[in-house]
């Protein structure tokens, strides 16, 4: 199959890129490197066409040769990192809404098959668990806070995938919870695993949100990157959503200090904890609804958190 990977040097793209490369697919990658790196493809970069450019401009879509033989988009373009969407509301909307509407657009011209990346947070701070089946999603007032600009942002891609299909096209949507593992960044616009790994090693101490009480389902990059590549390549799927996560959930209180004794077994130093103000709206708890997921394909998260901490955490020593 010939693939278009559009936020393809990022942390989860580019390890969707390799994967893919390895099945033996044509890959384009499309990427404008605001936060991802070509550094992040360079054990590839023989192998794929990049094209650094923004996806939210058609004029970026022109560069690719031949768009007619594209057979699949998977659109992972966007901006994340949770202190963007409050510092950066209106670019968070416009670069994750803009990049969809764009892609999307190109996928149907082109009658090419289309994955989009949506996220849990399209369901805003819904407290209905596990997260991702019909429910419907919850946003605050807008006054409260802008945290929402990424879910809502989100939110209106699905709106726009379903427009699509029912025009036609052949797309599905994937909800990725808390990947973690090699290449997530972990300055201070995210994500939670690689900053606390990242502040252990180079200040020697760990921040944990609030009381650290709140829950996430980490789920290692492996396994992401088989859903989205089973969700994309799996036949009858149309319209179909799928919640990619572990079942397993820890607090954010006990992930640190899962942590903290990792990197005191790698390095002899055991970093401290300290406790700040967390974002405003970040949901308590989160766990994926995996009932369609598993119906379509069979889908789960295979390696243990342990595991995939201690090799997260060796590719950053
Ligand atoms: N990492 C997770 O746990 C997670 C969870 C849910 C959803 N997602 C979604 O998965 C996708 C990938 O996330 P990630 O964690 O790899 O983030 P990331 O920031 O590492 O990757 C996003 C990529 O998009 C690129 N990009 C940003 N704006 C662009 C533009 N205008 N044109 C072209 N490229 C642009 C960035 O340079 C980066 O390479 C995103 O859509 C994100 O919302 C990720």
Redesign the pocket.
């Known amino acids: 199959m010939r693939a278009l990977v ?9 390890s969707l890129v390799e994967a893919l490369v390895e099945s033996g697919h044509d890959v384009i990658v ?8 070509r550094e992040n493809l360079k054990e590839i970069e023989e192998k794929i066409v990049f094209i650094e ?4 401009l058609a004029s ?1 879509y022109e560069r690719i040769n031949n768009p007619d033989s594209i057979d699949i988009v998977y ?7 949770t202190k963007w969407f409050h510092e950066e509301a209106r670019m968070v909307m416009d ?2 809404l803009n ?1 969809t509407l764009t892609s999307l657009q190109f996928a149907e011209k082109h009658n090419a098959r289309y994955v989009f ?5 399209a369901y805003g701070e819904s407290e209905i668990m596990p997260l991702g089946g019909n429910e419907s999603s919850v946003f605050s007032a807008a006054s409260h806070h802008q945290r929402h600009a ?1 879910g809502a942002s ?1 939110y209106l891609g699905e709106i726009a995938v379903h427009h699509a299909v029912r025009n036609g096209l052949d797309a599905r949507i994937v ?6 593992g090699p ?3 972990g300055d201070a616009y995210g ?1 939670v695993v690689s900053m606390m790994m990242k502040s252990a090693l180079e200040e020697g101490f760990i921040v944990v949100h609030g009381d650290g009480s709140q829950t996430r389902s980490l ?1 290692y990059i492996d396994d ?1 990157v088989s859903g989205i590549q089973q969700a994309g390549e799996g036949d009858g799927l149309t319209g179909s959503s799928f919640n990619l996560g572990s079942e397993f959930e820890i607090s954010m209180l006990e992930l640190a200090q899962q942590i903290s004794k990792l990197v005191e077994q790698e390095t002899g130093t055991l970093p401290e904890l300290v406790f700040e103000k967390g974002h405003p709206g970040d949901s308590k708890r989160r766990c994926p609804n995996l009932a369609n997921t598993m119906e379509q394909f069979a889908w789960s998260a295979m390696i243990d958190l342990e595991q995939g901490l201690l090799q997260t955490l060796r590719s950053m020593l």
Do not use: M
């Not at 936020?7 to 793209?13: E, I, N, Q, S, V």
């Not at 909800?175 to 973690?180: D, I, T």
């Open positions: 559009t936020g393809g040097a990022g942390f989860l793209g580019s499309l990427d404008n490197c605001w936060r991802g790196r450019e923004d996806a939210c970026s659109h992972l373009a966007a901006i994340n990192g670069v994750n990049s990346t949506s996220s849990p947070e990424y989100k909800r990725p919870f808390n990947g973690y290449r997530l960044l994500q789920t992401l």
